[in-house]
């Protein structure tokens, strides 16, 4: 298994450069001057694979190499550059503030919910500036599905756009709306869960504990598809994004299904008319709420009747129905036969 040292950190401060490393051929080590730990002016977390930061190509479906975030503090710039790229893919997402990436040799200028990814191979250079107060988190990852993964950051541009008149010293920002047509470089909105699974999958590569290996691909996984959602949503790739007020309903009918729900008290309590919440749930959801609290309470009575010895009577009041005849007329022309066909 081939296996480097990452190199080719820049740290900037007070107008004066200085290079932490210099950039060795692919097959070379950089030695001690790679970067671990807490950097003076900068906040830094990270957890590796092997201990510390080679550059690996799995055999196994995925792995994820190393996993960190930089928040910049009091330094004036941090930059990253690697001539070669390196043998796995890495993913960087950009959670406040803004950064500097290098795509093709044009450089983008991004803010908050932009990942950024880079190909195996693909020259990498990246900026962050504490005046522009940027928390970045990133990952290495290569195995077997790591390229279908990588092809979801793809999947809106063919090739890499450059930028008219841009140079290396001058920035091309890019909004959210343009982001699409930059390949390698996709609006993924923010999330507090995104957060949630870096800060997992760094902490199970600190400790190492039994399985880390898979639950960190298990965590890395979900983190790539809570982003595809979020572009498929945005760019209306067959997908929409339901509105809060009915991601809030469905998750209170769910909680609350077996009690007396009122529609229009709902909608009242949440700033809208029994109408307009009604249209805005069945755009979403398929059926208006009715029908679908209806659902649910069907759907928990069938796998009560399934797993349980509780009469009839009481699943019918155990989800919401005081009249077992009712519930058993609901029941047969939901799944269409009567609720004893359905016991153990």
Not at 41 to 64: C, K, N, S
Not at 86 to 101: E, N, S
Not at 139 to 145: E, I, L
Request: with cysteine; aromatic share 10%.
């Amino acid at each position: 298994m081939a296996a480097r040292r990452d190199i080719t950190h820049s740290i900037v401060r007070d107008g004066d450069a200085r290079s932490s490393a210099s950039a060795p051929d692919d097959d070379t080590f950089a030695g001690d001057d790679v970067l671990y730990g807490r950097v003076v002016g900068m906040d830094m977390v990270a957890g590796y694979r092997f201990r510390e930061d080679l550059d690996t190509v799995a055999t196994v479906p995925l792995a994820v190499n190393a996993c960190g975030r930089y928040r910049m503090v009091t330094r004036t710039e941090f930059s990253t550059f690697r001539p070669h790229g390196r043998r796995d893919y890495q993913l960087l997402y950009v959670h406040a503030g803004t950064a500097t990436f290098y795509k093709a040799g044009a450089p983008y200028l991004v803010g908050p919910g932009t990942a950024v990814l880079y190909h195996p191979g693909e020259t990498q250079r990246y900026v962050y500036r504490a005046a522009d107060r940027t928390e970045m988190y990133w990952a290495h990852f290569s195995g077997t599905h790591a390229r279908e993964l990588a092809s979801v950051f793809d999947r809106n541009a063919e090739t890499a756009s450059t930028p008219a008149a841009s140079s290396p010293t001058t920035n091309t920002a890019v909004s959210h709306a343009d982001i699409g047509a930059i390949a390698g470089i996709a609006a993924v909105g923010t999330s507090s869960e995104y957060i949630q699974l870096f800060n997992r999958m760094i902490a199970e590569l600190q400790l190492q504990q039994s399985g880390f290996e898979d639950l960190v691909a298990l965590d890395f996984q979900r983190l790539v598809l809570l982003m595809r959602r979020h572009i498929v949503e945005v760019t209306g790739g067959g997908a929409k994004r339901i509105p809060t007020v009915v991601q809030e309903a469905v998750r209170y009918f769910h909680q609350h299904y077996s009690e007396d729900i009122s529609i229009e008290e709902y909608a009242d309590e949440h700033g809208m008319s029994a109408g307009r919440f009604i249209r805005i749930f069945r755009e979403s959801i398929g059926m208006p709420p009715l029908r679908y609290i209806t659902s649910i309470r069907l759907s928990e009575a069938k796998m009560l009747l399934e797993s349980t010895d509780y009469s009839i009577g009481d699943i019918a009041d155990m989800v919401g129905y005081d009249n077992p005849l009712y519930f058993s007329r609901l029941f047969r022309s939901r799944f269409g036969g009567p609720p004893s066909q359905y016991r153990r």
